[in-house]
């Protein structure tokens, strides 16, 4: 009879609380990582639209100036004339003919020197990244 009462088979309760705060820290540290790692792929996913948006406006911006003469190319005040075509900032949205390009543009500048034809864009990520890109079009003269 003594022998069982002496017998110890069982998990105490400062066991069990010891278990279970190894296992809420690892669990915490576990979630940081992840937690991290997810915020990360999303920055860098808003990095990713927001190069591609500006290198879509300077693509067709090239294409556009290449197609027309030289003299058929005007800056204007807040964008670029190029043949019929009018790209024109208007707040943070640039439009083409009136119609809108692309929006969250923080600065869309055109300068014009002899045959060249230099464009910066800026634009604003949604994690406070702002993405800018200089092109540069040298237009030659037949």
Same mark, same amino acid.
């Given at each position: 009879?003594?022998?069982?009462?002496?017998?110890?088979? $069982?998990? &105490?309760?400062?066991?069990?609380?010891?278990?279970?705060?190894? *296992?809420?820290?690892?669990?915490?540290?576990?979630?940081?990582?992840?937690?991290?790692? %997810?915020?990360?792929?999303?920055?860098?996913?808003? @990095?990713?639209?927001?190069? #591609?948006?500006?290198?879509? @406006?300077? #693509?067709?911006? /090239?294409?556009? %100036?290449?197609?027309?003469?030289?003299?058929?190319?005007?800056?204007? /005040?807040?964008?670029?004339?190029?043949?019929?075509? /009018?790209?024109?900032?208007? $707040?943070?949205?640039?439009?083409?003919?009136?119609?809108?390009?692309?929006? $969250? %543009? &923080? /600065?869309?500048?055109?300068?014009?020197? $002899?045959?060249? *034809?230099?464009?910066? %864009?800026? *634009?604003?990520?949604?994690?406070?990244?702002? @993405?800018?890109?200089?092109?540069? @079009?040298?237009?030659?003269?037949?």
């Amino acid at each position: 009879m003594k022998k069982d009462l002496f017998n110890k088979k $069982g998990v &105490t309760l400062i066991e069990i609380i010891v278990v279970i705060a190894i *296992i809420s820290i690892v669990f915490t540290l576990g979630f940081s990582f992840f937690s991290m790692f %997810i915020n990360s792929f999303f920055k860098q996913a808003d @990095i990713i639209d927001s190069q #591609r948006a500006v290198n879509g @406006i300077i #693509r067709e911006l /090239d294409r556009e %100036i290449r197609r027309v003469d030289i003299n058929d190319i005007s800056i204007l /005040d807040n964008g670029i004339s190029v043949g019929s075509l /009018d790209y024109k900032m208007q $707040g943070d949205t640039l439009l083409k003919n009136g119609s809108i390009l692309n929006r $969250g %543009i &923080t /600065d869309f500048f055109v300068t014009k020197v $002899g045959n060249k *034809i230099t464009i910066n %864009i800026t *634009i604003d990520g949604k994690h406070e990244n702002s @993405i800018n890109m200089e092109h540069v @079009i040298y237009i030659r003269e037949w």
